[in-house]
């Protein structure tokens, strides 16, 4: 079984979402959608049930806000999941918009 440290984290910006792929099959996402400001609101987070409770959601959120950071763009939890992450990970505060 794949480790979620092995897993890879893609920005499909045709869909408006964030991809997990595990052995290249998409078993997660985390959905975006740009706003007016040019922030992105992530509004849902979703990981396959087989994965769930072994860390692969941390990862996905990560990857994604590592992402958003790297293109100099903010965020906005509308999703409780990262709103959760984002209260148990302040390293990620510069990230959020509000």
Known sequence: MTEPSEADVVRNAGRSRYELLVDGEVVGLVDYRIA???????????????????GFSAVLVSRALDDVRARGERVVAKCSYVREFRREHPEYADVFAK
């Open 36 to 54: 007016d400001d040019g922030t992105l609101a992530l509004t849902h987070t979703e990981v396959d049930r087989s994965l769930r409770g072994q």
